[in-house]
């Protein structure tokens, strides 16, 4: 375990997003001592099995948050939205806000510019304007300002349009066995016929490693005000 601990909150437009895209990255993390905290902005209840209650499936849902993140040693939170209907406006962005000024983390991760899901969309478009709003002594919320110096977006295959691999972040077998036990704990990632979730994930996570010349990789964007190389010679 490092010396310095570093906390990594993760957020998705529903349950599961960050754990899948993610994951890998905050078990390897978890696994250093670092904080992982996820937030889910909608539990993600409309893919509800056949047959099954949406309510008592939105339950099943943050108890899956829960249980992962407990298993990395983390914290989640999911908000009250209900699925489909989270809306751009200023009320989630200063929700957000104030989560980001709770949790004060070094690092955020969150959806992509674009997606076939537009709850997706929607999430990525809060969380960099409550970034901002955390970190501005300006807004006076309860909790003081606290800016978030990195921001990351994780590779989803529902937010693929203009994704390009900028990051690629290694991470061990270990790491990796860890992360396939946690995400199992959500039903949709291995029992939802709409999609093979984990097969997918699993196989995407050995291919990025092996782009990355290591085992096990996951890659993220970064803004694109943020993609400068800074060297003095070549």
Known sequence: MREHKITILAIGGHVGD??????????????KGDRIVTLALTAGERGVPAGR??????????????????????EAIVFDTPDG????????????????????PNIIITHFKNSMHKDHMTTH??????????????F?????????????????????????????VDFSQEAYDLWVKAVSLHWFVTGSTSFPYL????????????????????????PEESMRLRQSEL
């Open 85 to 104: 209907e989270l809306q751009d406006n200023e009320e989630n962005r200063f929700k957000v806000c104030d989560v980001i000024r709770e949790v004060r």
């Open 140 to 168: 006076q919320r309860e909790l003081p300002a606290f800016f978030a110096s990195k921001l990351y977006y994780a590779e989803n295959w529902e937010d693929a349009v203009d994704y390009k691999p900028y990051v690629y």
């Open 53 to 74: 209650d949406m309510a008592e499936y939105r339950e099943q849902k943050v108890n899956e948050a829960k249980a992962f993140a407990e298993m990395l040693g983390g």
């Open 18 to 31: 960050m754990e899948l895209t993610a994951g890998g990255v905050l078990a390897s993390h978890s696994l």
């Open 199 to 222: 097969e997918y994930y699993k196989h995407l996570a050995r291919v990025r490693g092996i782009e990355a010349r290591k085992e096990f990789a996951e890659t993220f964007m970064i």
């Open 125 to 138: 478009r809060i969380v960099n304007d409550a970034r901002f709003f955390a970190g501005l002594p300006s």
